[in-house]
C-alpha cells in the first residue's frame, strides 16, 4: 500500500473490556512501531518489532497491553481489562529495515475512548 | 517556550511571514532528530530530518538547526502558508541500540493567519 494503514479508526468500548488494534505496514518494512499519544502530548513509545520479534517492549504500560506480529507483516495491539486511563491515539509506524538513524513514517491512529 | 499539560506552546503568524519552532532535547546521546508536523485527526507526517553530524539541512522551505552543545532544535518555515496550520514535534532517537524508540517533545501549535 502507499503508507501505513490503521484499523478500526475509531473505537468506543467500556471499561474491562478487550480490544484489539490493527496496523498495516508500508510494504517491504521490516520494522513496525506503536505509540500512542493522550490528548495535547506528543506520541509515547509502546514497542518495537524487527520482523516477527519485539526488539523492544519497553514502553508497554503493564501486562493488560501485548502485541503480535506473527508473520513480520501485519501487528496487532492487544489490550485487555480496558480502563477509561487507556483512552488515546494509538500510532503505529513503519520503517525500512529498523537500522539507527532511520525515519519512521505514521499511519492516522486509532482513536480509542473507554467509557 | 515551557508548556504544562495540555498547554502547548503556540505560534501564530500571517501567510507569508518566516516562522521558527523551537524544541529543547534532554539525551546527549540522541545522534538523529526528526520534525514531524500533525494536522488535526491525522498521523504525524514527516517533514525533515538531521543527523548528529549536522548543524544544519535544509529542504523545500524549511530548515532544521541543531545546536548539540545546548541541546536545541528548530525549524524554520519559509513564507508560511495556511496549509501549514498544525502541531509541529520534534523527535529524536537515542544512540546506541535504541533504534526504535522515538522521544517526542510536547509540540507548538503553529496557526497561520490569512
Known amino acids: 500500500g502507499a503508507g501505513v494503514s490503521q484499523t478500526p479508526s475509531n473505537k468506543v468500548t467500556e471499561k474491562g473490556k478487550y480490544v484489539e488494534l490493527r496496523c498495516d505496514p508500508i510494504?517491504?518494512?521490516?520494522?513496525l512501531y506503536w505509540y500512542r499519544q493522550s490528548l495535547g502530548q506528543g506520541p509515547e513509545f509502546l514497542i518495537y518489532?524487527?520482523?516477527?520479534?519485539?526488539?523492544?517492549d519497553s514502553g508497554l504500560p503493564n501486562d493488560r497491553f501485548f502485541a503480535v506480529r506473527p508473520e513480520g507483516s501485519v501487528s496487532t495491539l492487544k489490550i485487555q481489562r480496558t480502563e477509561r486511563g487507556d483512552s488515546a491515539v494509538y500510532l503505529c509506524?513503519?520503517?525500512?529495515?529498523?537500522?539507527?538513524?532511520?525515519?519512521?513514517?505514521f499511519g492516522p491512529g486509532t482513536r480509542l475512548l473507554v467509557l | 517556550g515551557e508548556s504544562v499539560g495540555l498547554h502547548l506552546p503556540t505560534l501564530s503568524v500571517q501567510e507569508g511571514d518566516n516562522s521558527i519552532i523551537n524544541c529543547a532535547y534532554s539525551?546527549?546521546?540522541?545522534?538523529?532528530f526528526i520534525w514531524y508536523k500533525q494536522e488535526s485527526g491525522k498521523g504525524p507526517q514527516f517533514i525533515i530530518d538531521?543527523?548528529?553530524?549536522?548543524d544544519k539541512r535544509q529542504g523545500q522551505r524549511v530548515t532544521v538547526l541543531l545546536n548539540k552543545t545546548v541541546k536545541h532544535l528548530s525549524l524554520q518555515i519559509a513564507a508560511t502558508q495556511p496549509g501549514d496550520s498544525a502541531v509541529y514535534f520534534c523527535?529524536?532517537?537515542?544512540?546506541?541500540?535504541?533504534?526504535?524508540?522515538?522521544?517526542f517533545g510536547q509540540g507548538t501549535i503553529l496557526t497561520v493567519h490569512p
Open positions: 510494504s517491504g518494512h521490516t520494522a
Open positions: 523527535a529524536d532517537l537515542g544512540g546506541g541500540t535504541s533504534y526504535g524508540k522515538l522521544t
Open positions: 538531521i543527523r548528529s553530524n549536522m
Open positions: 509506524a513503519s520503517s525500512l529495515r529498523g537500522g539507527p538513524q532511520e525515519t519512521q513514517y
Open positions: 539525551n546527549s546521546a540522541s545522534d538523529y
Open positions: 518489532f524487527q520482523g516477527t520479534g519485539a526488539a523492544d
